[in-house]
């Protein structure tokens, strides 16, 4: 018998608001995968200490629980004659590099150790043949992540979400696809917040924009995810901060606006202000916690609340590609389109209020509109008009 695992950081102990109950295990996931304990055969990873080194080596003896799959090898044929079996499953490999990214949806957590495969010894040890080799000195995660741990309701979680999960990865479901690959990314990209922000912020552009100019833009993705969402919706989850932290209450209205205007500055190359260094939206163990880092948190919470939405929601086929994401969104009248319309409309009735000069009866918002541009057209351009700023504020 042979086996793939990939490693879990912590399950939820004593200390932990929640603790995960151990008499579960193994908890059954899907198609095979259990949550389990390991015990890794004595002296099975000796022959790599000289190689990766003793702090790599020791970090992967300390895996205790993962994601393990079990399966039958395959025979290696060749000339017609059994020669041997298979060491590694491909297919095992991806399904458990799926699982885990859908659990990171649900869960994210540290990582000490990636996926490892091998056999099954007569004792039920884990024998190790292979393993992917972590970059334990890059990988690092928002501070609001740093103490979490699987707890119940995240194995529970992930048992509910894994199918349909699996089957959108499976399947042409490429926006939710590509923004689970963005994600992922992200998450493995430590050497620098500013390249892990820009990825989450993909993320995010591929859920709720597309290439058409009607559906793309700050200001028609800050809309959507505020429709979606809700606007009134925390980025902290209810078990996201420690009961010994305050809780600071903060809304996606509240942030989601400084979000893209943090993600514009560093797409066109400018310089980030200075207040989203020296603002302080709220405090961690180590004491207050940058606006900027508040902002990652927060596109990680809208990345995956997003898409545990649209697998709890069944909603896949509307996010298969721009056509039926445009559809979807074009219902809602939150569209570039719609926007300039309501500004026409609105920038028309203040230059008639203000000039008052001829109008005639039949002329539409948008002929005051051009007649407005032709007369002054440096006003035109001015998208700070109170008038529109009542409207979208």
């Not at 048992?159 to 939710?176: E, N, S, V």
């Not at 302080?280 to 180590?286: A, D, I, Q, S």
């Not at 926007?339 to 918002?365: C, G, H, I, K």
Request: glycine share 6%; hydrophobic share 40%.
């Amino acid at each position: 018998m042979n086996f793939t695992l990939y490693s879990i950081y912590s399950l939820a102990g004593e200390i932990d608001d929640e603790h995960f109950d151990l008499g579960l295990l193994p908890f059954n996931v899907t198609e095979g995968v259990y949550i389990e304990a390991v015990k890794f055969h004595p002296g099975t990873f000796t022959p790599h200490r000289v190689r990766l080194g003793t702090f790599v080596v020791e970090k992967m003896e300390q895996v205790r629980f993962a994601l393990v799959h079990r399966y039958q090898p395959k025979p290696i044929i060749i000339d017609n004659k059994v020669i041997g079996e298979q060491d590694r499953s491909e297919g095992s490999n991806n399904l458990l590099k799926m699982l885990a990214a859908c659990l990171r949806l649900i869960r994210p957590m540290r990582i000490d150790a990636l996926s490892m495969y091998g056999n099954i010894r007569g004792d039920g040890s884990f024998d190790v043949k292979g393993f992917d080799v972590p970059p334990l000195h890059l990988i690092e995660v928002p501070d609001v992540q740093k103490h979490f741990n699987l707890r119940n309701r995240d194995a529970n979680d992930l048992r509910t979400y894994a199918p349909g999960f699996l089957h959108a990865m499976r399947g042409q479901f490429w926006k939710f696809r590509m923004a689970v690959q963005f994600y992922n990314l992200g998450h493995f990209q430590a050497l620098d917040w500013k390249a892990r922000y820009l990825q989450w912020c993909s993320a995010i552009e591929c859920v709720y924009t597309s290439h058409s100019r009607d559906h793309q833009g700050s200001l028609v993705a800050t809309a959507r995810i505020k429709w979606f969402l809700g606007e009134g919706t925390y980025i902290y989850a209810p078990g996201d901060i420690s009961d010994l932290l305050e809780d600071p209450k903060i809304r996606i209205d509240q942030i989601v606006d400084d979000l893209y205007e943090m993600r514009n500055f560093m797409a066109h190359g400018d310089k980030i202000p200075d207040p989203f260094f020296t603002t302080h939206l709220r405090t961690g163990f180590n004491g207050p916690i940058q606006k900027r880092e508040v902002l990652l948190e927060a596109a990680s919470f809208i990345v995956r609340a997003s898409l545990l939405k649209i697998l709890r929601g069944g909603l896949l086929d509307n996010f298969a590609d721009a056509g039926p994401l445009s559809s979807s969104f074009r219902v809602t009248g939150i569209s570039f389109s719609k926007f300039f319309v309501r500004f026409a409309d609105n920038q028309a009735r203040w230059f008639y209020l203000q000039r008052s000069l001829y109008v005639r009866e039949d002329w539409t918002p948008a002929t005051l509109l051009l007649r407005f541009y032709a007369w002054c057209p440096h006003r035109g351009r001015q998208f700070q008009h109170p008038c529109l700023t009542a409207y979208f504020h």
